[in-house]
T-cell receptor, first 114, second 114 residues
Framework: GENVEQHPSTLSVQEGDSAVIKCTYS??????FPWYKQELGKRPQLIID?????GEKKDQRIAVTLNKTAKHFSLHITETQPEDSAVYFC?????????????FGQGTILTVHP | KAGVTQTPRYLIKTRGQQVTLSCSPI?????VSWYQQTPGQGLQFLFE???????NKGNFPGRFSGRQFSNSRSEMNVSTLELGDSALYLC?????FGQGEKLFFGSGTQLSVL
């Protein structure tokens, strides 16, 4: 089955800096890669996603890049703010599998210091 | 539109007991997935239901079961509880089953097994 590795496990940045979180996946047939943000005690929220026919997607300060050849994808957050502090999870879905059956990475605890 | 609603928010049980958790998907969503979240294992897929039928199942023992009703609401049951079942159980819904449908999570039920 699919396996997703996520790095780093913790990331600490100063407000205004950029943050990058990287994930690798094992199944070359994977075609959907969402990112979720989970604040303490709250639900995971979908913040951005990308499909395998696209190399990059941006939404304001957040962007995701996908390298299908290397089987890795990354989340980029620019101009970080204290409210970006949360746990971020990447996920992948093999082709032909329902999007309800996500395989998640282990998560990255992002801390943005004012 | 109301989000995914899970009840109860917190549960305390003792080993050997059984527990039932409830999930109401977003109005109009017909597919429901369940995940277990623990500090050690992260987010792991339990099962997915659509049209009152289990469509996908994760690698959990048979003590974990679920069902979906005709109104798309879902329940999951854990029998003969073990200490290791202590976790946050998250329900997520999507409009339809299959590829192309984004997954939205509830806030979860925090289960503690003593």
């Amino acid at each position: 089955g699919e396996n997703v590795e996520q790095h780093p496990s913790t990331l600490s940045v100063q407000e205004g800096d950029s943050a990058v979180i990287k994930c690798t996946y094992s199944d070359s047939a994977s075609n959907y890669f969402p990112w979720y943000k989970q604040e303490l005690g709250k639900r995971p929220q979908l913040i951005i996603d990308i499909r395998s026919n696209v190399g990059e997607k941006k939404d304001q300060r957040i962007a995701v890049t996908l390298n299908k050849t290397a089987k890795h994808f990354s989340l980029h957050i620019t101009e970080t703010q204290p409210e970006d502090s949360a746990v971020y999870f990447c996920a992948a879905i093999p082709g032909g599998t329902s999007y309800g059956k996500l395989t998640f990475g282990q998560g990255t605890i992002l801390t943005v210091h004012p | 539109k109301a989000g995914v609603t899970q009840t109860p928010r917190y549960l305390i049980k003792t080993r050997g007991q059984q527990v039932t958790l409830s999930c109401s998907p977003i109005s109009g969503h017909r597919s429901v997935s369940w995940y277990q979240q623990t500090p050690g294992q992260g987010l792991q897929f339990l099962f997915e239901y659509f049209s009152e039928t289990q469509r996908n199942k994760g690698n959990f023992p048979g003590r974990f079961s679920g069902r979906q009703f005709s109104n798309s609401r879902s329940e999951m049951n854990v029998s003969t509880l073990e200490l290791g079942d202590s976790a946050l159980y998250l329900c997520a819904s999507s409009r339809e089953f299959g590829q192309g449908e984004k997954l939205f999570f509830g806030s979860g039920t925090q289960l503690s097994v003593l």
